[in-house]
């Protein structure tokens, strides 16, 4: 994947509205979910699935640095 997320799908549009990342992967995207099905997703979904991480680790480390970030949570 050499571009840029630039999808504008709902769930990415969500996901940039949503103030707590990982609870909205928690809710709608859950990780065992994907991985637990690694091998029956299609290359759209493998694709959207690493364009949502990427947005998410893109939000994430433009408001605070990870441990910052994980400093409030905790």
Do not use: H
């Amino acid at each position: 994947m050499d571009e840029p997320f630039t999808c504008t799908c709902q769930m990415k549009t969500d996901l940039e509205n949503s103030a707590d990342v990982f609870s909205f992967f928690k809710e709608n995207y859950p990780l065992p979910g994907i991985v637990d099905n690694l091998n029956k997703l299609s290359n759209k979904e493998l694709r959207c699935a690493c364009c949502l991480m990427g947005a998410a680790l893109l939000s994430i480390s433009r408001k605070k640095t990870i441990w910052g970030w994980l400093k409030i949570k905790g």
